[in-house]
């Protein structure tokens, strides 16, 4: 959600500085160096300036790193009290040259920016409010102060524009398609939520980020979806995940996406229990290709359930579940979840809040709690790679099978369209006999060689297996 920022620390004399800059360069003449903003669909320049690189502050609304915030709850916290004092700025900071899938790693593409830096300068310049607070260049001003740099070239904005204002260029800026290094995967995906919150419809939004409606709706799903497993794996003394846990997992999120949709329209309780799997693949980092095998088929096997240890499984029936749940306050009932979707839910719910204790880190948990969460994962680990291993021979198996017949279609289709092809060939007076005739009787060796092979083996061909071995046996005898 949009945030309005307080005034950082000497706001006023800041903002003195910079129009006084601003004045100096405009009464100086000559050719002045400008900015273009686009900006409520419309387009200012606005003059550039050198400012002192240590008077300017980090963004703390920045969407390049909001997802990647999440990474420590302590200093995200102190962030938000105080996005101004220097604990805060410097865990901006040390956001901005971090890894967007794993912050406790250095970006690489951070130290090229620094290196590119350190050799050219800086090509383009960044942009800046009147108080001096960065819109555009934030990662630019964390590898020139690495570098030592004394100042920047900023242009700088209007003094009527809002937080709003700001947030609008920032995205405008970072979606053009020629932007030098791209927002993570969640970060779009809560600059969308932003945009949304502020009023604006599905259509500017695609449009704004480039993406068909569609594909903004998928984005929206995927965003909820995230958010309500983060509550799901909250667990005592505050531990849950993060969103910058799902950094990484773009194209496994939308095939589940694409297959839930799918399955949702005939069988909603098939659909929940193989999102629930599915998820519970993806935390588990699967690959895309194991995560596939999560399928209908693979629900039919009943593979995992018998992979299951016991801990994760579950020892007994269990507690009855209720055919119906109250809504409170509404003195409805509605039907409770089947046994199976509950089930997933259940086990889904272990993995989530073992795997936001692992990933915590905090030195409040025990070390006995944490290697039991961490046996949670491993037995669960293990389970799935089983399941998806015999799921991926059934695939392979039920392609084997399928892979003569659907041959054989491609051949008919052929033969189909070879038989228009004679009828115009003939009608303009153009067909080669000669070489019709010459594929023909490779047509009649094919059709010998399958007859031979299809009939191998089958006491009780079908139909058309025996039309083929009595056109064979005839031609045979000939």
Known sequence: MLREFPPPPRAAEFSEQIKKKVEEVRAGGGTRETVKVDWNDQQTNVEVIDLPISGLYFNPGTHRIRAQRTHNATRDEALEKDPWSGESQDYLKFLLQASPTDPNVRDPEFDKLKESLDQFGQNDPGLVTHHGVLVNGNTRAAALRELGAQSMRVGVLPESFTWADVNAVELTLQLRKDHRRDYSYINRLLAMEEQASLGRTPEQIAKEFRIQVKTYHQERWILSTIRELIDRSKSGGGVALRLVDWEGAQERLKELHRLYTKLETVDRDQAEVLKEWRLAAILLDFSKTDVRHIDEEFLK???????????????????????EVLIPGLDLSVPAAPSAVSEARALNDQILRA??????????????????????????????????????????????????????????????????????????????????????????????????????GLPNPGDGVSWLLEAAATEGSR
């Open 301 to 323: 096997d009943g593979q995992l359930s018998q992979a299951l240890p016991p801990a994760l499984a579950g020892s007994g029936p269990g507690p009855q579940q209720p055919d």
């Open 355 to 456: 795997s936001a204790a692992v990933r915590s880190k905090k030195p409040e948990l025990a070390d006995s709690d944490m290697a039991q969460e961490q046996a949670v994962l491993d037995g669960a680990k293990k389970a799935f790679d089983a399941a998806i291993e015999a799921a991926g021979r059934s695939a392979r198996l039920r392609k084997r099978k399928q892979l003569a017949p659907a041959r054989l279609a491609e051949a008919c289709a052929s033969i189909d369209q070879c038989v228009m092809d004679v009828v115009q060939a003939r009608t303009s007076h153009s067909l080669d006999e000669e070489a019709f005739d010459e594929a023909v009787m490779k047509l009649r060796s094919s059709l010998r060689k399958l007859a031979q092979q299809a009939g191998r």
